[in-house]
């Protein structure tokens, strides 16, 4: 449900004497990675060449996986969008582009509006659709059977676009008129304008352009110039073949869950054709674009991010059909897994202490196969210690694996498919008494070299065991709120051997027209699986940011406790509510706690907070 629409439950609630405790799961109110990004850019900008883009020829085929934030500038022209390994749940490969309702500087569109407003758009680099050059040239006509492809899905694992939001695909048709484009002006002899070489041109001189330019050109000169200078005079006005976007498909807002039942399917692959002869030019292009609308300014934490989109796989060709829907490409799908059973990072003192306890026996990865044949698929992965001399590896064997049109992702239940889709986590990292930190890469691969060229495919996890504990990623999809003022969430956790807490890191996400409010840090006992005594409080913490990508703030405890077994760190808002970011792609639902009605519940969402408490 739309957080507009939610506000209306809450206004009717902070009516009632005894209000209950409310979750909210919110957008990003910006997109970090971006804003990054584009600081990186600005710090580091060198001056680019004047010089025009070529035009691109057929086939135009991107999956986004050669370019990471922002699309790739070979092919598209903006910036708006946002491509990750993110926001989609189970694509046909591990990187997509995100539409939502952010700009090109990871903000909110300073147009932005609780009515469906246009928000992103992705427009394709202009392209040579009246010829093709391989394997030799030829003129382009419709009768060439053209189609544009491509993978979408609504909402992903963020927020699901309203009815009225809709992703819209449009092309650049020509009109046959013209319209006016630029003055062309070109530099010309002050002589031209001068009696003698003795005479000199004033400021303020008023001059009539000459033959072979306009002479209905006036020019008002801002220099003194004498006889042998030259100046910049406009010449002609250019006029250019009209063109206007004309949409070609589109579809409505709707959430993921109902999107699977219309379709059976994660993603849904669009077959457009290219018939209309007003295609067929030097330079035409295609845009994507998407309308979305957000919450309106009743609660400041609402109004964030909303209304996602993720495409995939986006290919234009000559010589296709309607049933050209196959790929030739085997690829991994989803982000990497940690090998921990229970954390995404543990500390490693906690972890030397129980290692076996500690790891997951095995873990799931997806392989598809986006071919129309079968192919034989080897996969095996290897682990190895960042600055150590700790490593394994695993081979998963050879399996034939169908098409995913047909067979879907390799599967743990198919006959020999468990020792690639499911594999055993074979090996304990190493215990190493003489360090209090380490960290190791864990590299999957897949390939069939039966075929040529050969597919391959690979993914990387980083798995750190720091002086934290983590359910998460470290980078949030999604905001966390509790309502009203003065509620209460707690966080579970299980050390191994009894241990010192010394600190909680939080990530809040940056709340537009938000102040910094104030809130209590709160240490519980385990109750029989929830939280019980209250052991720690530490009061009137205040909630700050701190520089860098995705940067946690760090609150010290005044006075560091012992925690042994299970214990729960959380906080009790003060008078305004905290936005924590929330991992959608790790699920810690079993371990977020909130109080309502005198009592504890667990979360109703699936994912992790940002949230980390520090030992050692």
């Not at 990675?33 to 070529?54: A, F």
């Not at 992705?122 to 391989?134: C, H, K, W």
């Not at 986590?425 to 190493?430: K, T």
């Not at 209250?534 to 009137?540: F, K, L, S």
């Amino acid at each position: 449900m739309k957080k507009r629409w939610l506000a209306i439950v809450f206004l009717w609630l902070a009516a009632l004497p005894a209000m209950l405790a409310q979750e909210v799961l919110t957008g990003l109110p910006s997109n970090e990675i971006v804003r990054n990004r584009i600081l990186h850019e600005e710090k580091n900008m060198t001056t680019k060449s004047s010089r025009l883009t070529p035009l691109l020829t057929l086939p135009f085929f991107d999956d986004f996986t050669t370019s990471r934030v922002f699309p790739d500038a070979h092919r598209w022209v903006e910036k708006a969008t946002f491509v990750n390994n993110s926001f989609s749940y189970l694509p046909p490969n591990q990187w997509v582009v995100t539409f939502d309702a952010l700009d090109s500087t990871g903000n909110i569109y300073s147009t932005a509006v609780s009515v469906p407003f246009k928000a992103d758009r992705l427009t394709s680099q202009p392209i040579r659709l009246d010829s093709v050059f391989s394997p030799v040239p030829a003129k382009l006509e419709p009768s060439d059977s053209l189609y544009l492809s491509f993978y979408y899905q609504p909402q992903g694992l963020g927020d699901a676009p309203a009815t009225g939001d809709s992703l819209v695909l449009a092309f650049r048709v020509l009109t046959g008129d013209t319209v006016f484009s630029h003055i062309d002006s070109i530099w010309v002899s002050v002589n031209n304008f001068l009696s003698s070489p003795q005479d000199t041109l004033h400021p303020m001189d008023t001059l009539r352009a000459k033959p072979p330019c306009d002479t209905g050109f006036i020019l008002v000169n801002y220099s003194t110039l004498v006889w042998g200078d030259s100046i910049l005079f406009p010449c002609d006005s250019v006029f250019v073949p009209a063109k206007v976007w004309q949409t070609v498909w589109k579809s409505p807002g709707m959430t993921l869950k109902y999107f699977q039942k219309k379709y059976g399917k994660d993603f849904v692959q669009v077959m457009v054709p290219v018939r209309n002869p007003a295609y067929f030019y030097k330079g035409f292009q295609f845009r994507f674009f998407n309308y979305a609308s957000i919450a309106n300014g009743i609660n400041p934490s609402w109004q964030s991010n909303v209304d996602e989109w993720n495409v995939d796989y986006v290919y234009l060709n000559a010589n296709r059909s309607a049933a050209d829907t196959t790929h030739r490409a085997i690829g991994f799908s989803g982000t990497s897994p940690t090998f921990l059973k229970h954390y995404t990072e543990m500390p490693y003192r906690q972890y030397r202490s129980a290692p076996t306890n500690s790891l997951t026996p095995d873990f799931h990865v997806y392989i598809d196969n986006l071919d129309r044949s079968d192919h034989n698929i080897h996969y095996y992965y290897q682990v190895s210690q960042v600055n150590g001399s700790f490593a394994y590896g695993y081979d998963g064997g050879t399996q034939v694996l169908p098409p995913f049109y047909q067979f879907g992702f390799q599967n743990c239940n198919s006959s020999g498919g468990a020792a690639q889709a499911c594999p055993p986590v074979n090996s304990l990292f190493s215990l190493d008494y003489d360090r209090d930190t380490t960290s190791y890469l864990i590299r999957h691969y897949i390939s069939d070299s039966s075929v040529s060229p050969p597919l391959v495919d690979s993914m990387i996890y980083k798995q750190g065991f720091y002086n934290e504990y983590a359910y998460d990623d470290g980078v949030p999809e999604m905001g966390y709120t509790l309502e009203p003022a003065g509620a209460k969430l707690a966080y579970r956790f299980k050390v191994n051997v009894p241990d010192t807490l010394r600190a909680l890191r939080i990530y809040f996400n940056k709340i537009k027209n938000a102040s910094s409010p104030f809130f209590d840090l709160v240490v519980w006992r385990d109750n029989n699986g929830k939280p019980g005594e209250e052991i720690y409080r530490q009061d009137n913490l205040k909630v700050y940011w701190e520089k860098g990508l995705y940067p946690f703030s760090t609150y010290r405890l005044d006075t560091a406790i012992l925690v042994s077994g299970t214990f729960y760190v959380g906080y009790q808002q003060q008078t305004q509510s905290l936005n924590v970011g929330f991992d959608i792609n790790h699920d810690a639902s079993d371990d977020i706690f909130y109080f309502a009605d005198n009592a504890w519940y667990k979360t109703s969402f699936t994912g992790a907070l940002l949230m980390r408490p520090v030992v050692g």
